[in-house]
């Protein structure tokens, strides 16, 4: 079942399609007026729906089920959500699905989906958000727009990454608003020492992306680099890789504040890479051997992390 742009459409119920097997939702019209959804048919498989309210009742048990994508969805509530079993699900998209009716950073997101392949997460909000412990190989995908103020959120991303630890983990930070340096420093110092007094260690996340206002080498990134730890950071333009080598190898003097110094000794080796878009695959590659700069030439590289093992 495939429903696109029914304007005038506002209440769904599609509990009794026993047979249903796809559905499919999107509404493209005035923001703050949205259908309302409910839906709990065992048979479904997949489900897409955008730009609406959702209903999910409690104790549901999506036994068929394997893919979820959600863009601008409210839910009517995080338990009932929570109270799901999604045995056969595989793919989990929540994108901007901020404007919940209870925060979504206030309460917990249980996903029961213990064969879940890919879970993928973008907003403005950090959610707390765990899936029930599996052997499987998964992987989770963040991209967080970040405008609040910073004293808060360093802490609640470590909770997420330490949640989602079992699995391979790609972050991107957009830092949309600028925050002076200084107030940086002292509110992740404060933060990070904590986690670190805490014996919480740093979560291993297999590649870090920041952009916008973000920069690789200011106290915001210092913080991140405190709580977590990525194999692989990147794209960065290949006309800055110089400045960003020489600040992840820099040991003495330059860019030392004591959010650098509570990650740097422990790591152990920086390499760069390039992307060959003929080969479309990342290649070894050194300072010496980047072509000349060229205008309007898009070159891609990034850097390999080793930190140390008993991390």
Partial sequence: MTLKSCKKLRNIKANN?????????????ILDVRCSIEICPSSLETI??????IL???GSQFRNLNSIRMYDVKFSSLDRFSSC???SLKELALVYCDGLEES???SHLFIDAPNIDSFVYHGCLIPS????TTSREWSSTLSLDITGAPSSWLLKLHKLLESLSRSKISLTICQLSLVNDEVIIQVRLDLVQGIKGGNKPAVVVKKLLLRCNSSYFSPLSNGLLCICRPRKIGNVNYTDSESVLKNLMQREGGNQDELRQLWLPDLEEVSLEIYDDNRRKWDPT???DLPEYEEGERIRTRFALKWRENL
Avoid: D, Q, W
């Fill in 286 to 288: 050194s300072l010496s």
């Fill in 104 to 106: 979504i950073e206030e």
């Fill in 56 to 58: 999910l009742h409690k």
């Fill in 48 to 53: 897409e729906i955008e730009h609406a309210n």
């Fill in 85 to 87: 079993k999604f045995p």
């Fill in 129 to 132: 958000t765990s899936f029930p």
């Fill in 17 to 29: 399609l026993r047979h249903l097997k796809h559905f499919t939702f999107s509404f493209i019209g």
